[in-house]
């Protein structure tokens, strides 16, 4: 069986085809039946992957040809979920990479594949989208072969396969102007370079859980990886936890994959991936074992969070009227059920039993957690991110990741005045097509806080932006916050047009005609710097005398749409964001104007 198995990982940048790849290797596979209709990027099966178009979790399903049968594990391009992809290079014995055959390696593609290389897994190279009308296929092959050599790959490694696709139409070929008229080349690319796992069967039994899922019927599943011997339906087996210590148990139901579905099965082989019910309180990284012959198998490792924010109950004068869950306790237990299946969030206690520290790889992850507990009812007071610090040999470390932007030449000024104030240093710079430019800057991570929003609104939403973790280094000097002060309610009430009308001419606005505010909520942002307290639920005054503007049009300019991500990074050390299932509000930590204004003074604490 191990000799026609192939455990491969599908490793990318956001957005370069990895998903609608799997689809149509399903569809050759014969995983669908004639005319069955399918909805598109089957994989991202979670909501918020389909609305943001990304894959956020590891998701594995098999495929088949002639006689080998292929476990694929579909991962995130992004590298704030980091982990998910390192866990999935735990799981096979090689790597699909995809590249845009238009854009080319991106700072995901250096995450992903450095990972790759660091486990010495061999690696076929995709180059995807060859039918762009701006593919530049070959441009792109000279550049993924600087990048292997670049990462430290070796002989065997740089010696790596190239296949041409188009995975939207589900056509692979050895060039980019022969492709033929299924993806069988790269069928036989897998079957040819990727090796069969190294499967001992003889030997006690050996298996490591490399991920977790539930079942409405089952509970808790964990999905591992069997090295050695063989799990038997019903077998008595040891179960050796994180902190080395160990349990016997005996093994529930077991699962493969057959394409899309998860069949049961008596026994799984060594080589193959299972899926085992029945483990209470299971993590990620632990061994299942051979009673008579325990022996744990060495610890998934997983690179360490790079930025934190706190989480805690929501605590503004709307609390209660929007969301269900609502208490220190609940929000515990569902920080305490993430880090369970996901290994690269840590969760730390704070002095205040009510909120909590968060760490993760990146803003995007730490949002993410912060979507999903708003749409299971949950209300939320979210601080502003802040980057982690280590000491290194007595020096104070910060993480610094490496930063992409691609910009139209006319807005390359802009772009290098907003990445020099936040202590970025240019890496690299060259001139692209159709008069864009891409520049790379090694910025620390909190620079990237908040210039997102600040580079899309200087280059009139035109940059493409994309950064992944580099490396810790000595920390920089102080990266002053933006220079616009915001616009605070200085009363709670009900937002009216007279008094929105007048107040747009101070700044841009979050909140429209009949909108709940109260005192320390912050409506908008101020042209100038500094705060200012202003009165948005003030109406007109009516008299008798009737006026000559009366039939004149009331235009209000349309407020800006908060989202999670626009508010995490708009917010300043004295804000924080309000998430309830609805709604998304910026507020001042200290919501009383003059307890507010008593923190200001020289000398007194916040």
């Avoid at 589900?170 to 690319?189: I, K, S």
């Avoid at 209470?280 to 008579?292: K, M």
């Avoid at 610090?389 to 610094?400: A, C, H």
């Avoid at 000097?477 to 009363?491: A, F, H, N, T, Y």
Wanted: proline share 5%; net charge negative; charged share 25%.
């Amino acid at each position: 069986m191990p000799n026609e198995l192939r455990n491969v990982a599908i490793i990318a940048h956001v957005d370069h085809g990895k998903t609608t790849l799997v689809d149509k290797l399903l569809r050759q596979s014969g995983a669908f039946r004639e005319n069955q209709a399918i909805e598109d990027r089957i994989m991202d099966s979670m909501d918020l992957e389909r609305e943001k178009g990304i894959t956020i979790l590891a998701k594995n399903t098999s495929v088949y040809f002639e006689d080998y049968k292929i476990n694929l594990v579909d991962t995130p391009g992004h590298a704030d979920f980091g982990g998910e992809v390192e866990r999935a290079l735990f799981m096979v014995d090689g790597a699909l990479m995809l590249v845009d055959a238009a854009e080319g390696p991106l700072p995901q593609t250096r995450f992903v594949l450095r990972k790759a290389l660091e486990r010495k897994l061999p690696v076929i190279v995709v180059i995807n989208k060859v039918d762009r009308p701006d593919a530049r296929p070959g441009e792109v092959l000279d550049e993924i072969l600087g990048l292997f050599i670049e990462l430290g790959a070796d002989e065997e490694q740089i010696e790596f396969p190239v296949i041409y696709a188009s995975a939207k139409q589900g056509v692979a070929g050895l060039a980019a102007d022969q492709l033929e008229t299924d993806l069988t080349p790269l069928f036989r690319a897998i079957i040819e370079t990727i090796p069969a796992p190294l499967a001992i069967l003889d030997a006690p039994l050996q298996a490591q859980v490399t991920n977790l899922d539930a079942s409405p019927y089952l509970g808790r599943l964990a999905i591992c990886r069997v090295f050695a011997g063989s799990l038997k339906r019903g077998a008595s087996v040891t179960r050796i936890h994180i902190d080395g210590t160990q349990t016997r148990i005996r093994l529930g139901e077991l699962f493969i994959t057959h394409y899309l579905e998860r069949v049961a099965v008596d026994e799984v082989a060594a080589g193959e991936l299972a899926i085992v019910a029945g483990l209470e309180d299971v993590n990620i990284g632990e061994t299942i074992a051979d009673s008579e012959a325990p022996t744990a198998l060495p610890p998934l490792t997983i690179e360490e969070p790079a930025i934190s924010m706190t989480i805690g109950v929501n605590t503004s004068p709307l609390a209660g009227k929007e969301g269900k869950k609502l208490t220190a306790r609940l929000i515990s237990s569902r920080l305490a059920q993430e880090t369970i299946g996901n290994v690269a969030i840590k969760v730390v206690p704070t002095e205040r039993n009510d909120t909590f520290e968060v760490q993760g790889r990146g803003e995007l992850a730490l949002a993410v957690l912060i979507e999903l507990m708003r749409r299971e009812g949950f209300e939320l007071t979210v601080s502003k991110p802040k980057a982690l610090t280590m000491v290194v040999d007595g020096q104070v470390q910060e993480p610094f990741e490496l930063l992409e932007v691609d910009v139209p030449d006319e807005y390359f000024g802009s772009l290098t005045q907003i990445v020099s104030m936040r202590r970025a240093t240019l890496d690299s710079m060259h001139q692209m097509a159709s008069g864009w430019m891409r520049a790379s800057y090694l910025i620390p991570s909190r620079g990237l806080l908040g210039i997102r929003s600040e580079l899309l609104s200087a280059t009139r939403g035109s940059a493409i932006i994309h950064h992944t973790f580099e490396k810790w280094g000595p920390v920089v000097g102080e990266i002053k916050p933006r220079s616009q002060g915001s616009l605070v309610s200085d009363r709670t009430g009900v937002a009216m047009t007279y008094a929105l009308l007048n107040l747009q001419e101070r700044g841009e606005l979050f909140v429209s005609p009949q909108d709940q505010v109260y005192e320390g909520m912050v409506i908008g942002i101020n042209a100038r710097p500094g705060d200012m307290d202003v009165n948005p639920t003030k109406e007109k005054k009516l008299t008798n005398v009737r006026s000559s503007t009366a039939d004149e049009l009331v235009r209000l300019v349309p407020p800006i749409p908060l989202t999670l991500e626009s508010a995490l990074e708009l917010i300043t050390d004295d804000e924080c964001v309000e998430v309830t299932p609805t709604q998304v509000r910026v507020r001042k930590v200290i919501l009383d104007g003059a307890a507010r204004a008593k923190a200001r003074r020289p000398g007194q604490s916040t």
